[in-house]
């Protein structure tokens, strides 16, 4: 069990639904008429928070959840200060706070970008992309990756420029890859150590990398994902906010993530 957001918004339901629900209780039994105006003030609080504080925990917990990118590990394709959507129920429908599943829906495919929970903090919650399914042999060379044997295509777009927190950036190789069948860009920093490595993929787990392959703590350093650390695929940006880039940035508001 993790003792996060969802854990404090079920309580809050639980708890003001009690109050509320009891007091309702209490007049009954006594034959009381319910009257709003004389109800005592901490039956009045849960009374108002209790239906918002409820359709915000059933919808963050089975439709969809609002996460912010705190850092660059998915440049280009997120930036630091997109604030974006994930869909709970892609990969299946879980109980809150146990994160039980109790109906399969989807599995992750090659390409999602998914948001999980770190496997070695699960109170931490990570973004990266799908790279390998189970059972995949996943090879990291000379900064290509290669997939059951299958060298994956990259094209060079040449020198990416960043902006805000993201100028850190400027001047990496921009690349359009191929991961069959999703295309997406990546970012590879010419001067930075060539880690390379083969992978097997357990079953039942999934290997991640970012697209900022030259900053991002990822699969090839602390291993798979299991997919029960799954949370959902990230699909929206819905707000951009990087002090450090004119504050607001209309332009990435709206934006399907790849």
């Known amino acids: 069990m993790n003792f996060d957001f969802s854990f404090f918004l079920f309580s809050a339901s639980v708890v ?3 109050i509320w629900g009891g007091y309702l209780f209490y007049l009954k039994r006594s ?3 319910y009257v709003e105006a004389n109800e005592p003030l901490l039956v009045e609080y849960a009374r108002s928070f209790f239906p918002v504080v409820l359709i915000v925990f059933i919808l963050r917990s089975f439709i969809a959840e609002p996460f912010r990118i705190p ?3 998915m440049m280009p394709t997120l930036l630091i200060g997109d604030f974006i959507l994930v869909n709970k129920f892609t990969y299946g429908i879980r109980i809150p706070v ?3 599943k109790i109906i399969e829906m989807n599995e992750p495919e090659r390409g ?12 931490v919650d990570y973004i990266k992309r799908v790279i390998g399914l189970p059972g995949d042999r996943i090879t990291y060379k000379d900064k290509k990756l290669t997939i059951n044997g299958i060298a994956m295509k990259q094209v060079s777009l040449g020198v990416y420029q960043g902006v805000g927190q993201g100028k850190t950036m400027d001047g990496a190789e921009l690349i359009k ?10 970012l ?3 001067h930075a150590p060539n880690i390379k490595g083969t992978f097997i993929v357990p079953k039942g787990q999934y290997f991640v990398m970012g697209d900022n392959r030259d900053n991002s703590n990822d699969s090839r350093y602390w291993g798979t994902v299991p997919e029960a650390n ?14 450090e880039n004119t504050g607001i940035g209309f332009s990435r508001i709206g934006t399907i993530i790849q």
């Open 16 to 18: 003001t639904g009690i």
């Open 112 to 123: 999602d970008a998914v948001v999980f929970r770190y496997p070695k903090n699960p109170a």
């Open 98 to 100: 146990i994160n039980k």
């Open 177 to 186: 890859e191929d991961l069959l069948p999703v295309e997406h860009e990546i």
């Open 31 to 33: 034959n009381t008429e």
């Open 71 to 73: 850092s660059g590990s």
């Open 230 to 243: 799954l949370v959902g695929r990230a699909f929206f940006i819905w707000m951009n906010w990087d002090w």
């Open 188 to 190: 590879i920093n010419p």
